[in-house]
C-alpha cells in the first residue's frame, strides 16, 4: 500500500495549528493521567521476596536462575530475605510456598523450576491450591514475550502467579532465559503496586484484632514467627 500522504499536498494551515495544539494537550493530560496510574498510595517502594529454587539435581551453588531472580532484586533496590533449594515434590513445594508466603518478612516469593510438562513437574499443581486469587495476566504475558525467543515451545510453559495469604507468588521456569524475562520484564515492573494491592487492609485489621482469614482466602494471616533459611541440598536425581 502506498503512504497515504503520497500525491495529497494539504496546505490547512489553520487545521493543522489547531490539531497541533491538540496534540499537545491531549498528550500533556494523557502523561499526567499515566503518571498517575504508576505510581499509587498504596505501592511499596521496597519489596523483601523469598526465593525457592524448585530441583532434584541443582544446588543453590550451581543456580544461575535464582542468583539472577536475587540480584535483579537486588539491583532494583529490593532484598531478599531467604533462599531455600527444594526437590520436586508436590508436599514440599506447596508446604514450603504457604510457609513462605505467611511470613510477615515476606512481601513476596518467586519460585523457578517444575513448571514444565515432565512427571515431576508439579510446581503449577502444588501451589495452585494455595491461591486465594490467581493472576492469569501473568502466564500470559510471560508466554507472549517468550514466544518473541522462542517460537511455539513456549506452549510447554506452565508459569503461573497468584495471591497466598495477601502475598503474591510467581512461579517460573527453571531456565536462566525464562527467568530472566519473567523477573526483569514482568514482575518487577509491578511488584510493588501488587504487593501493596495484595496487602491493602490486612495489616489494619490484624491490628484491630478482627479475623481476616476470609479476606485473604481462607489461608491464613501472616506469621510473625521466624523461620530459618533452609540450604538443604538433594543429590536425588532429577
Known amino acids: 500500500m502506498s503512504d497515504a500522504g503520497d500525491g495529497h499536498d494539504h496546505d490547512h494551515h489553520d487545521e493543522s495549528d489547531h490539531n ?40 543453590l551453588d550451581e543456580d544461575p536462575s535464582g542468583d539472577h531472580v536475587v540480584a535483579a532484586f ?49 510446581t503449577p499443581e502444588a501451589v495452585k491450591g494455595l491461591f486465594a486469587k490467581t493472576l492469569p495476566g501473568f502466564g500470559e504475558l510471560f508466554r507472549r514475550l517468550s514466544y518473541e525467543e522462542i517460537g511455539t515451545r513456549t506452549i510447554g510453559s506452565r508459569a503461573i502467579a497468584g495471591v497466598v495469604s495477601a502475598t503474591p507468588v510467581f512461579c517460573l521456569p527453571g531456565s536462566e532465559n525464562a527467568v530472566r524475562i519473567g523477573v526483569d520484564e514482568v514482575i518487577l515492573p509491578e511488584i510493588g503496586h501488587l504487593v501493596g494491592l495484595a496487602g491493602r487492609g490486612v495489616e489494619d ?34
Open 20 to 59: 497541533g495544539q491538540h496534540d499537545a494537550t491531549h498528550d500533556g493530560q494523557h502523561d499526567a493521567t499515566h503518571d498517575d496510574h504508576d505510581h499509587h498510595d498504596h505501592d511499596a517502594d521496597s519489596v523483601a521476596i523469598a526465593v525457592v529454587t524448585v530441583s532434584s539435581s541443582r544446588s
Open 74 to 122: 537486588e539491583d532494583a533496590d529490593h532484598e531478599t530475605v531467604v533462599r531455600e533449594l527444594i526437590p520436586d515434590e508436590y508436599d514440599s513445594v506447596q508446604g514450603t510456598v504457604d510457609r513462605l508466603a505467611r511470613r510477615k518478612d515476606t512481601d513476596a516469593v518467586v519460585t523457578t523450576g517444575g513448571t514444565g510438562v515432565t512427571p515431576d513437574d508439579v
Open 205 to 238: 485489621a490484624e491490628e484491630a484484632g478482627d479475623d481476616v482469614e476470609g479476606e485473604i482466602g481462607g489461608n491464613g494471616t501472616k506469621e510473625g514467627d521466624d523461620v530459618e533459611t533452609d540450604d538443604t541440598e538433594t543429590d536425588d536425581a532429577e
